[in-house]
């Protein structure tokens, strides 16, 4: 299957600061991809779906000037989490596909964020 | 109601055992469904992509659809340790959009 790079795969920061993750689609070109957050033995959750060059749609609770998301260009798209607190600590996953109808959406490996 | 419901285990089977693994769902509008691995601290890697009901086949894991009763089931046959991980379903309306996922359950497989 289709590569999906995340980085970094961990993270620890401090309260207050601001963090980027990165996803890179190494082997096709990305049309949409979809960030999720999973708290300890808790499911997967959609945090916000971006389409390459228009702003992100986020889910419902989920706020848009903490979490920024940003997806310039067909290979990468970025999640900042600004002015970190540490109830933001969790495992970030993004997903990416490609364009077409049936098309699989690949897993970046994660990045735990912890914030303290 | 949350939209997908799986029992989170743990599960533990001897060496060789079948697994059965399953989700319900409350929305019948999902129409591709999909059985995911997870290793702790890893993303998810994809197992079985199923569109509507019926059953897939691949290798020693069979997937099963039943979407008049709105439930999954994985199977895994002659398990082996190295199959001890966090299994998720999940599922979407259209192929390829954002998946609705279960909050997995962990087995163990033990030698």
């Known amino acids: 299957g289709a590569v999906v790079s995340q980085h970094p795969s961990r993270v620890i920061c401090k309260s207050g600061t601001s963090v980027k993750i990165e996803c890179r689609s190494l082997d096709f070109q990305a049309t949409t991809m979809f960030w999720y957050r999973q708290f300890p033995k808790q499911s997967l959750m959609l945090m916000a779906t971006s389409n390459e060059g228009s702003k992100a749609t986020y889910e419902q609770g989920v706020e848009k000037d903490k979490f920024l998301i940003n997806h310039a260009s067909l290979t990468l798209s970025t999640l900042t989490v600004t002015s970190a607190h540490p109830e933001d600590s969790s495992f970030y996953i993004c997903s990416a596909r490609g364009n077409g109808v049936n098309t699989e959406a690949f897993f970046g490996q994660g990045t735990r964020l912890t914030v303290v | 109601q949350k939209e997908v419901e799986q029992d989170p285990g743990p599960l533990s089977v001897p ?25 702790s601290r890893k993303g998810p890697e994809l197992l079985m992509y199923t569109y509507s009901s019926g059953n897939k086949e691949d290798g020693r894991f069979t997937a099963q659809v039943d979407k008049s009763s709105k ?3 994985l199977f895994i046959r002659d398990s082996q340790p190295s199959d001890s991980a966090t299994y ?3 599922m979407s309306f259209n192929s390829g959009y954002a998946l609705n ?8 497989v033990t030698p």
């Not at chain 2, 769902?25 to 999909?34: G, I, K, R, T, V």
């Open chain 2, 15 to 39: 060496e060789g055992a079948i697994v059965s693994l399953n989700c319900t769902y409350s929305n019948s509008a999902f129409q591709y469904f999909m059985w995911y691995r997870q290793y």
């Open chain 2, 71 to 73: 439930y999954i089931s």
């Open chain 2, 88 to 90: 998720l379903c999940a």
């Open chain 2, 101 to 108: 996922f279960g909050k997995g359950t962990s087995l163990l």
